[in-house]
C-alpha cells in the first residue's frame, strides 16, 4: 500500500507550481536543456469565456519561440475550432482532444518530431490531467494557477479536489 501511495504522489506532484505562465523563466530552462514546451490552453494561457489570448501571454509564447523553444498546444478541449484559433493566433502546432494524462498524443508528438521527453516541459493548470500527463511521460511538469477559477461548478469542484490532492503531497 505504502508503495502505491509514493508512486501516485509521484505522479500528481508537479515539478514547479507558479502563478501564471509569465512567471516561467523561459532562458533558465532553456539553458537547462529543455528544448519543447507542452502547452495547454484552457485556462492557462486562455480564459474558458476568452477565444485568444491576451497580449501578455502573446509575448510569452513569442519570447518562447525567441529563446529557442518548440512549442505545441496539447488541449483535452473536444473544439478544434478552440484549439485552431488559438494555434493561428500564435502560429504554434496544436492538438485538441489529447485525453491527458493518457500520453499518447504526447509521445506521437515525440516521436513525430524527434524529441527528447526529458526536454519537455509540460504546463498546465490541472494535476488529474496536465501534471499527470507530464510526470507520466517523463518530462518536466509545470502547475500554473487557472486564469478563472470560478468559471463553472464542474470545473469549481475540480479545482477543489485537486488543492486537497496538493495538500496531500504537501505542495500547499
Ligand atoms: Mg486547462
Not at 516561467?24 to 489570448?53: H, P, S, W
Not at 498546444?73 to 473544439?79: L, Q
Not at 488559438?86 to 500520453?103: C, D, E, H, I, R
Amino acid at each position: 500500500m505504502k508503495q502505491y501511495k509514493r508512486l501516485i504522489k509521484a505522479l500528481i506532484s508537479p515539478n514547479v507550481m507558479v502563478d501564471s505562465v509569465l512567471d516561467i523563466n523561459l532562458e533558465d530552462y532553456y539553458t537547462k536543456g529543455f528544448r519543447q514546451i507542452f502547452l495547454d490552453i484552457d485556462n492557462t494561457v486562455v480564459g474558458l469565456t476568452e477565444a485568444t489570448c491576451n497580449l501578455d501571454i502573446e509575448h510569452w509564447i513569442n519570447t518562447a519561440k525567441k529563446v529557442g523553444f518548440q512549442v505545441f498546444i496539447v488541449s483535452n478541449n473536444i473544439s478544434w475550432i478552440r484549439i485552431y484559433k488559438v494555434a493561428k493566433q500564435m502560429n504554434l502546432s496544436g492538438y485538441y482532444f489529447a485525453a491527458k494524462p493518457l500520453t499518447f498524443t504526447g509521445d506521437f508528438i515525440h516521436q513525430k518530431h524527434q524529441l527528447d521527453h526529458q526536454k519537455t516541459l509540460v504546463v498546465g493548470d490541472q494535476v488529474l490531467t496536465d501534471v499527470i500527463f507530464g510526470n507520466w511521460m517523463g518530462s518536466y511538469s509545470i502547475l500554473v494557477d487557472p486564469i478563472e477559477r470560478k468559471s463553472n461548478k464542474i470545473k469549481k469542484a475540480q479545482y477543489k479536489l485537486e488543492n486537497s490532492l496538493l495538500k496531500w503531497v504537501g505542495l500547499k
